[in-house]
């Protein structure tokens, strides 16, 4: 049996199951960054008031593409912060003002977001559904630089 995009339906479950899973994360990581934008101090206010600010628009983007493509593979994508919370693997963060641990927790998410992408990437390849693969080959490549870019940021 396949779905409305000629996936097969079990393997599309499977999909949507991990990308909502994403989702969940993208969600809760999407607020912790909000959170360090808002309340970041110290010397490297202003440059890391916008990086944050950068990742949040970004982040937000990829929620609502996730969302869609959840759509697209006839499943319901999780819209209540409860959901979020109890699914995902990202845990909320408060009263982090540091720079450094701001970073190393942003570092720390992206790490639990790229295992989720790649693991997506395999099943996607393995149901022939290349707009999931397109999708999370992207998300993998724009993930591993911005690490690279934040660990350098640590030094």
Do not use: C
Request: charged residues 25%.
């Amino acid at each position: 049996m396949k779905n409305l995009i000629g996936i097969d339906a079990n393997q599309s479950k499977k999909i949507v199951n991990e990308l909502n899973d994403l989702l969940a994360n993208y969600q809760v990581f999407y607020q912790n960054l909000r959170g360090f934008h808002w309340n970041i101090k110290g010397k490297s206010f202003f440059e890391l008031h916008l990086k944050f600010e950068e990742l949040y628009n970004d982040a937000v983007i990829k929620i609502d593409e996730i969302a869609e493509r959840v759509l697209t593979l006839d499943g319901t994508p999780l819209h209540s912060f409860e959901s979020y919370l109890k699914q995902s693997e990202i845990k909320s963060v408060e009263g982090v003002i540091d720079a450094q641990l701001s970073v190393k927790t942003i570092l720390e998410n992206f790490y639990v977001l790229l295992i989720k992408e790649r693991n997506i990437l395999e099943l996607a390849s393995d149901a022939t559904d290349e707009g999931t693969v397109s999708l999370m080959s992207d998300y993998i490549t724009q993930t591993e630089k911005t690490m690279w870019m934040l660990n350098a940021y640590l030094g």
